[in-house]
């Protein structure tokens, strides 16, 4: 009897510490992400040189003087394209998981609620997306429509939005079946009704923990396009082709190329990374 008091006891301690310890994930990811972006959002008002701005007389020149963090073969100052740089890849990977939580969404209300014929169909479809590995599957999307923002944030979101569809269709096959959603059939309310005010609502708990996680795959999906040139090329600032271009320049000794777009692109990730991990332990969600 005195095991079983204790273990008992035990239970809501753990339940606290579990809480505590999601809490300080969410707030060191939040964090880390609000410095990233204060930077990217205030800095390029600060620095002198533009992001394709080429200052001739000065090509691979160590940090220091009119350029903190050097500049690359071509000249143009380190400092100024990571942080415009920044600009479009938080956008971009933003944007895209925004696009795919509305296509994924969209689908798995359809295929959950209706069930039947069109759930087969759907399911099937994304199977075949889901057959390929999601960097692979983004590079054959991005070669067939090209480079270019607006590409890639449709690229990602193509390729992120089957398995939002997926969790978005287990819960409303779940939250289809309670009380609540019989009780709002009965009292005359339309399918589509139930379906906006009631299933959806309580379907996307697993959607909000999962999307943060996503956007830092997203800027590694964005990055690692770029560095293969299938994403932004130069001239235009994005982290991933800065480091693709400066490749060489680290065996040189010349780590300033390349070192800070990668810094700047794994504290983003670490970020999102933290946020979403803190989100899941919060909500109690098993990966």
């Known amino acids: 009897m005195a095991d079983l008091t204790t273990a008992a006891d035990a239970g809501p301690p753990r339940a606290a510490a579990d809480r ?4 300080t994930l969410i707030r060191a990811g939040s964090a880390l992400l609000g410095l990233v972006a204060l930077a990217v959002l205030v800095g390029p008002l600060l620095v002198r040189w533009g992001p394709e701005e080429i ?3 000065a ?3 160590p940090p220091g003087g009119a350029h903190p963090l050097g500049t690359d073969v071509n000249g143009m100052d380190i400092l100024s394209r990571v942080l415009h740089a920044g600009r479009l890849d938080l956008g971009v990977a933003i944007a895209s998981v925004a696009l795919a939580v509305v296509l994924g969404t969209a689908l798995g209300l359809l295929a959950g609620y209706r069930g039947g014929r069109v759930d087969d169909v759907l399911m099937r479809v994304l199977d075949v997306f889901q057959a390929f590995p999601a960097f692979i599957l983004a590079l054959a999307v991005a070669a067939l429509l090209g480079g270019g923002a ?3 944030v449709l690229v990602v ?6 398995a939002y569809a997926r969790l978005v269709r287990a819960e409303v096959r779940t939250v289809r079946e309670l009380p609540f959603v019989e ?3 009965t009292a005359g309310a339309s399918g589509l009704g139930t379906l906006w005010r009631h299933v959806l609502p309580n379907s996307l708990t697993p959607v909000r923990v999962i999307a943060p996680l996503n956007c830092g795959w997203a800027m590694l999906t964005l ?3 770029s560095f293969l040139g299938l994403g932004v090329t130069v001239p235009a600032a994005e982290w991933g082709a800065m480091i693709s271009l400066g490749t060489g320049d680290v065996v040189a000794g010349r780590w300033w190329t390349s070192v800070p777009p990668g810094l700047f692109l794994l504290v983003s990730v670490l970020g999102f990374s933290l946020l979403g991990e803190g989100l899941q332990e919060r909500a109690g969600v098993v990966r």
């Open 20 to 23: 505590r310890f999601a809490t």
């Open 223 to 225: 990055a690692g396009l």
């Open 55 to 57: 200052d001739p007389a």
């Open 183 to 185: 009780a709002s059939r």
């Open 157 to 162: 979101a193509l390729v992120n939005a089957p």
């Open 150 to 152: 607006g590409n890639l």
């Open 59 to 61: 090509s691979l020149a």
